[in-house]
């Protein structure tokens, strides 16, 4: 049997998030994700994992450096796990094409305002004092200064994945269409895969929903309808 895991790389936190991973992180979370994904399909002969994540920015000169750790971590991993042999790769290009491959997948952006509301609480300590008004100021772009010149846009940025969900569902219509493997693993706790697990639920595809905390809100709120067409949901 042929096995396929589309795995959301950066959505199940492999490594502690909030700090940048060391390759020893890198390599235990990869190791721990073929064996999860390995006791999912125990029937499975050969076993490909694809990895989604931001891997380029611009250029493929330009790689980045969890591109470079997760690169070394999948040379290092077992190529069999008992009587399955085991494919890992890195999803930067689409499954039906790998000699097109996606840049600009993570993207340095400017922010020129965050949309959010901005309360005072009633139990600030000093209300006289609060920076919250400052904060919503921000917000808006602005520094809270009027005199000041500064914008958001000149102080603060943000790092963000491009294309990574839409390729992984891509990927998924084309195993489906391309009947590519009898089984599927899709490894995410992002609940922007559920559009994925629909399409491959609906199909004859042997589908496990792997997934790392107990589902809750939107995340679990297809669970019946994964039950009805035969979907094994598998917490990690």
Not at 42 to 53: F, K, N
Not at 200 to 212: E, G, K, P
């Amino acid at each position: 049997m042929i096995a396929y895991c589309l795995a959301d790389v950066f959505n199940l936190e492999l490594w502690p998030r909030h700090r940048l991973p060391v390759q020893l992180a890198v390599e235990d979370g990869l190791r721990d994700l073929v064996g999860q994904v390995n006791s999912a399909v125990p029937s499975a002969t050969e076993v490909t994992i694809r990895l989604y994540g931001g891997w380029h920015r611009e250029t493929l000169k330009a790689p980045v450096d969890i591109r470079h750790m997760m690169e070394r971590a999948i040379e290092n991993n077992p190529k069999r796990y008992r009587a399955q042999r085991i494919r890992v790769q890195l999803a930067d290009h689409p499954i039906w094409d790998p000699g097109t491959p996606l840049l600009r997948s993570l993207r340095d952006s400017p922010l020129m305002r965050v949309h959010a509301q901005v309360t005072p609480s009633k139990q600030c300590f000093s209300p006289a004092t609060c920076t919250s008004e400052a904060l919503r100021s921000w917000c808006t772009g602005t520094c809270p200064e009027s005199r000041c010149p500064v914008t958001l846009r000149q102080i603060a940025h943000r790092t963000r994945q491009k294309m990574v969900d839409t390729l992984l569902t891509a990927d998924a219509m084309a195993i489906i269409k391309d009947r590519l493997a009898h089984a599927v693993v899709l490894a995410s706790d992002d609940s922007d895969m559920i559009p994925a697990l629909l399409a491959l639920s609906a199909s004859d595809i042997q589908l496990t929903h792997l997934r790392r905390h107990v589902a809750g809100g939107s995340v679990g709120m297809y669970d019946s309808v994964f039950d009805e067409t035969g979907t094994h949901i598998r917490n990690w």
